[in-house]
T-cell receptor, first 116, second 112 residues
Framework: DTGVSQDPRHKITKRGQNVTFRCDPISEHNRLYWYRQTLGQGPEFLTY????????KSRLLSDRFSAERPKGSFSTLEIQRTEQGDSAMYLCASSNRDRGVAGELFFGEGSRLTVL | SQKIEQNSEALNIQEGKTATLTCNYTNYSPAYLQWYRQDPGRGPVFLLLIRENEKEKRKERLKVTFDTTLKQSLFHITASQPADSATYLC???????????FGSGTRLSIRP
């Protein structure tokens, strides 16, 4: 098990384009989270899944953002019509609700998005 | 909505001293409070969790306290080393099933 992996690690795009990030969690983890982080700030909650069910989505998130976890394994985060304000590090984390330390998150290395 | 406040200014201390970082929150107390370490360009790494009915938790050189009256957690690193230099994040959970929200983090620098 190599931990949580995210792809791509870096993405540069032009304003108005769509981007998609992928996250592969630790295999036995049933929870998957997406966060966004800008320089000097902590991770900002975006959404999370329990298996394939999306349990909560941040009210701060516009309709341009959508996330899926179709088979309860990997997840994708899509941003449509990107804006410069979307430039950030997008972090994925997974956890096992039923085992281990309550809510201990295992993070990937993140996908850094730059919107020109 | 819940607010989590951590020292916004960087903390610089001498190697060997104890570093103390603060996490304050508003509104009602969480069931769990976590601390993570984050190095530049990397994802956060979990360090410790403390429950609302626990006053103190220790792990090697780390100690966390949780005061629900003050709505505050303190994170201590004793015998600090330059390798402890990083950003430290506190995070709250209101139940084992809830989402996890993070503070803005405190950057810690340990000088030799």
């Amino acid at each position: 098990d190599t931990g949580v992996s995210q792809d791509p690690r870096h993405k540069i795009t032009k304003r108005g384009q769509n981007v998609t990030f992928r996250c592969d969690p630790i295999s036995e983890h049933n929870r998957l989270y997406w966060y966004r982080q800008t320089l000097g700030q902590g991770p900002e909650f975006l959404t999370y899944f329990q298996n394939e069910a999306q349990l909560e989505k941040s009210r701060l998130l516009s309709d341009r953002f959508s996330a899926e976890r179709p088979k309860g394994s990997f997840s994708t985060l899509e941003i449509q019509r990107t804006e410069q304000g979307d430039s950030a590090m997008y972090l994925c984390a997974s956890s096992n609700r039923d085992r281990g330390v309550a809510g201990e998150l295992f993070f990937g290395e993140g996908s850094r998005l730059t919107v020109l | 909505s819940q607010k989590i406040e951590q020292n916004s200014e960087a903390l610089n201390i001498q190697e060997g001293k104890t570093a103390t970082l603060t996490c304050n929150y508003t509104n009602y107390s969480p069931a769990y409070l976590q601390w993570y370490r984050q190095d530049p360009g990397r994802g956060p790494v979990f360090l410790l969790l403390i429950r609302e009915n626990e006053k103190e938790k220790r792990k090697e050189r780390l100690k966390v306290t949780f005061d629900t009256t003050l709505k505050q957690s303190l994170f201590h690193i004793t015998a600090s080393q330059p390798a402890d230099s990083a950003t430290y994040l506190c995070a709250l959970l209101y139940s084992s099933a809830s989402k996890i929200i993070f503070g803005s983090g405190t950057r810690l620098s340990i000088r030799p």
